[in-house]
């Protein structure tokens, strides 16, 4: 026996014994006697593992690899390596040596599915996919790679929702025991827009873990128990107090409430522990602007720009529109949004008996949405419901918001033939049901704003698929868009920017539904309202998100210029009034200029209007149904359009009442006319006098008018469809 052999004799029975630091000097001696000796380093590979040293563990294996023919053939010896390279996080090593060991033992459901798992952490979809299924082949209950397979699923292809769902539910039938597996389904099943579902199998869970809780919050959310979403991200955050996801969705849900000032607590928390997360930078920025918020403005809006062009999600399509008046990236920033909600693309759809026949059978039209209820969309649609003709057009409603008794939504439960509550089912059960129903034409109401189903549009509730007021702007999609058609005017979308749109476009010859039957009330007297009897009063009721430190800067050139003149805004918090009114004093206007407004119930608000001189519109946000209300009780509107849907609506709506002295060109012009408009009392007669006169004649609250036009577009957008023709623009002619 040579020396060598006699050390590692030595080794092996100092190892047996346990004895293991005898047996580590051993084999050092060993090895440095015969640098390959295969059997010395593999075992000292092995005592490293033991002791918990893998980094040395992982020396001593690749050294017996390549020592000895015999162990680099050993699949024991790859999977080690793949098992510490995994421990160590450190997946680009472990994937090649599981690849190793799975094809020198192909036969073995655990090495498969720890290769899937390295290839998923590495991006690579697919190959994970395959190889947790060559695992299920040889382990049919094997619950993780069931697991492993439905997140890969997920990652390599949003469609694979359904499929992944069924991954997660044999992983859960294969182990129900497992808290990892209900908590994943139930993520899946929020994916699926199945709140519902989500909810009972977050239920089940014996211990709900901060994770699982977060996911609890997500779904009753979404199923507006907004008090029960609220103490779920609480429970979640006691569990977890820095879980940024957490934060940041307490944050959204605090904002939706109107509570700024907590709103912007949670999500300035969540971008300090983790800015990365989708959306929240937006978010953040946003929120800041309700309480006028402006700290380092123009930094952030440039970083957030910036982050949206790289490709990231990085702000929602309707945050944007407060933003920036852009539409190439509002267009980005909606394709971005549509593509991160993991919907497939809307089918094509089978003509109906109706579909091109409008003389045989009668036009099946749809309404979705979540707003037909006490909400601005409701008042601005309500008549055009109403005077569809009813000869040709069949008109229904699935209403996924909250179910109303009276007032507004009472109104619009007689206007049609069929309202149908349907916020309890899932999205593809909602266009399910369109479907069964016979609708033709499937109009969207409420597109990316608040609550939004996007997911019955993707599901196809129609042949032909509308977007129409709730949303001003593309829904994007890319050349399989949510929507067939975006309802707008020649206003609305000039043939300039008409590329920034995916969908196709019905130009109808006035774009914005109204009703004339809302109230004209006499005017509050302005005693009543906290206003100087004889000041100018410049009012702009539009929601302090549209406001933009650009735009409030015109306002203070413009209260500089006409001295005694107060701005009248609504004020619903103390946070936002007491920082804007500082904001004009760091700017020469004594804060007691700026006058506050609560809310009021509609009438009172109408009666209110009445009490002002001139509205004063936004950019890049126009004012939409405050500019109607403002114009039907006579009060003129200033604005200056952009490039932007959001940015032209108040534009659309003067140019339907023939007032283009109204439509401000330049930044320079809108502060130029409202400081004249101001000083010049005959001139604000004149243009109330001109407003009276135009409400009536005009087109803007011809609410026949746009029925019709509305069904001239179904009937040309149908007979496209019946003729086999892709979406295309239409435009309609009076």
């Known amino acids: 026996m040579g020396r060598a052999d006699a050390v590692m004799h030595k080794a092996l029975a100092a190892y ?29 590979g092995a005592i490293a593992l033991q002791q918990q040293r893998p980094d040395e563990a992982v020396r001593w294996l690749e050294r017996a690899v390549m020592s000895s023919l015999e162990v680099a053939r050993d699949p024991q010896i790859h999977a080690a390596l793949g098992n510490l390279h995994a421990a160590a996080q450190r997946w680009g090593e472990a994937e090649p040596a599981y690849a190793t060991a799975c094809a020198l033992r192909p036969g073995d459901a655990v090495i498969q599915h720890n290769h899937g798992v390295a290839l998923q952490e590495l991006d690579r979809a697919d190959a994970a996919r395959a190889a947790f299924e060559r695992a299920l082949a040889l382990e049919p209950r094997y619950a993780s790679a069931h697991h492993g397979r439905g997140l890969a699923l997920l990652a390599g292809d949003a469609a ?5 769902l069924a991954a997660f539910g044999a992983a859960v039938a294969c182990d129900a025991a497992n808290p990892r597996y209900r908590t994943e389904r139930a993520r899946a099943l929020i994916c699926a827009a199945r709140h519902a579902d989500a909810l009972e199998d977050l239920a089940a869970l014996a211990a709900p873990g901060a994770d699982a809780l977060n996911l609890r919050g997500i779904a009753l959310k979404a199923l507006g128990r907004a008090d029960e979403a609220l103490a779920a ?15 940041s969705n307490r944050g959204n849900l605090r904002l939706l409430a109107r509570q700024f000032a907590p709103a912007l607590a949670d999500l300035g928390r969540a971008v300090a522990l983790k800015p990365g997360i989708d959306w929240l930078a937006g978010t953040y920025l946003y ?27 990085s702000v929602q399509p309707l945050a944007l529109q407060c933003l920036v008046d852009d539409p190439a990236r509002q267009r980005l920033a909606a394709q971005r949004w549509t593509a991160s909600l993991g919907l497939p693309a809307p089918a094509p759809c089978a003509p109906t008996a109706a579909t091109g026949t409008a003389d045989a059978a009668r036009i099946r039209i749809t309404y979705i949405s979540r707003d037909l209820r006490e909400h601005p969309l409701a008042y601005l649609i309500a008549e055009v419901l109403e005077l569809h003709d009813r000869a040709r057009f069949e008109v229904s409603v699935l209403h996924y918001g909250p179910a109303e008794a009276q007032g507004i939504q009472a109104r619009l439960r007689a206007a049609v033939e069929r309202f149908v509550d349907v916020a309890a089912l899932p999205d593809a059960e909602i266009a399910a049901l369109a479907r069964r129903l016979g609708s033709d034409v499937a109009v969207d109401l409420t597109g990316f704003t608040e609550g939004a189903r996007s997911g019955v549009f993707a599901a196809r509730a129609a042949p032909v698929q509308m977007s129409y007021l709730g949303y001003l702007g593309t829904a994007g999609g890319g050349a399989t868009p949510l929507h067939d058609y975006l309802i707008a005017d020649a206003v609305l979308i000039p043939a300039a920017e008409r590329a920034h749109y995916d969908e196709a476009i019905v130009y109808l010859p006035s774009y914005q539904a109204n009703d004339r039957q809302r109230p004209r009330p006499a005017p509050t007297p302005r ?3 906290g206003l100087p009897e004889q000041a100018c009063v410049l009012c702009c009721f539009n929601n ?25 805004l609504l004020g619903e918090d103390e946070l936002a009034s007491r920082q804007l009114r500082a904001h004009a004093q760091a700017l020469g206007v004594a804060p007691e200029r700026l006058v506050f407004a609560p809310r009021r119930s509609r009438d009172a608000y109408l009666a209110s209007l009445g009490a002002a001189d001139l509205f004063l519109d936004t950019l890049p946000y126009n004012a939409g149904t405050t500019a109607s209300d403002a114009l039907w009780v006579g009060l003129p509107v200033l604005t200056r359009p952009g490039r932007s849907f959001s940015a032209r609506v108040a534009a659309s709506l003067l140019t339907a009442l023939d007032l283009p002295e109204l439509i401000a060109p330049t930044r320079a012009d809108y502060v130029e006319r409202a400081i004249a408009l101001a000083r010049d009392p005959a001139a604000r007669a004149a243009l109330r006098a001109k407003l009276a006169a135009q409400r009536d004649a005009g087109r803007l609250f011809d609410a026949p008018r ?23 623009d239409i435009v309609v002619i009076d």
């Not at 580590?24 to 640098?35: E, F, K, M, S, W």
């Not at 746009?706 to 295309?728: I, M, N």
């Open 527 to 529: 005693a009543a309202l």
């Open 706 to 728: 746009v029925a019709r036009s509305l069904e001239q577009a179904c009937r040309e957008a149908l007979r496209l469809h019946a003729d086999g023709a892709a979406p295309r």
């Open 233 to 247: 991200y609480d429970a979640a955050l006691a569990a977890a107090p820095d879980f940024a996801e957490a934060l």
């Open 160 to 164: 694979a929702l359904p499929d992944a």
């Open 287 to 313: 929120a800041g602007l309700h309480v006028f918020d402006w700290r380092d403005h123009d930094a952030r809006r440039t970083a957030l720009l910036a982050a949206l062009d790289a490709g990231r999600r």
């Open 16 to 44: 047996r014994k346990g004895q293991l630091a005898d047996a580590v000097r051993c084999l050092r001696v060993a090895v440095d006697l015969q640098p390959d000796q295969a059997q010395a380093l593999r075992l000292l």
């Open 544 to 568: 302090p998100c549209k406001i933009a430190p650009e735009q409030f800067a015109d306002w203070v050139e413009i209260l500089h210029a006409v001295p005694g003149a107060v701005l009248w």
